[in-house]
């Protein structure tokens, strides 16, 4: 948009005006807002956008036009994608690119980071451990802990609940029964 310090009036006649501030030579015009419909910090520059022309910031606009997608807040600029090799939805911290679209390069991408283990599906912050207090191999249903790794306690942990009897090592799914 073209600014100027020279404003036309509905019956058609020019006026100036416009100077937001006479003491500061760089608020000398009205600046042009762009509608953040995400509140993410970044305006819509799209024809259909809304814009105004303001001394003042009105409430939901912003002065800049680079936004990528004025619909979701967590895309825009400066948009952190992780790859995530292994698909588990968590990328590795280690491998990120930012911009307002994932990288084309053979891999997915994810907007969360944080995986223990990129290379493997079930190692990642939702990973579930099992307490096996009687060390025979299967956790107690009871007793877990969610991370990447299981906590260094002292306690045997699992991946698995199958334990009724987690304090006797002969009751566990591979025991042999006996009547």
């Known amino acids: 948009p073209l600014l100027t310090c ?11 005006g416009g100077d937001c501030d006479d003491e500061d030579a760089d608020e000398n015009i009205e600046k042009l807002w762009y509608l953040d419909a995400d509140s993410d910090g970044y305006g819509d520059a799209s024809a259909d956008a809304d814009t105004i022309f303001s001394c003042e910031r009105p409430d939901g606009y912003v002065s800049n036009d680079e936004d990528c997608d004025d619909l979701d807040a967590y895309i825009n600029p ?14 590795d911290d280690d491998a990120t690119s930012v911009g307002c679209e994932a990288p084309d ?51 045997d942990w699992v991946s698995n609940d199958w334990d009724d009897n987690d304090e006797n090592e002969l009751v566990n799914p591979d025991a042999t029964e006996i009547c």
């Not at 292994?86 to 990328?91: I, Q, R, V």
């Open 78 to 91: 400066n948009t952190v994608w992780y790859r995530d090799v292994d698909g588990d939805e968590y990328g």
């Open 105 to 155: 390069d053979g891999y997915d991408y994810v907007l969360i980071g944080g995986d223990c283990e990129d290379e493997d599906a079930y190692y990642n912050p939702e990973t579930v451990w099992y307490r096996d207090y009687d060390s025979d191999g299967f956790g107690d249903a009871d007793n877990y802990y969610i991370g990447c790794e299981a906590p260094d306690d002292g306690y």
């Open 6 to 16: 020279e404003v036309v009036t509905p019956d058609g006649y020019a006026e100036t």
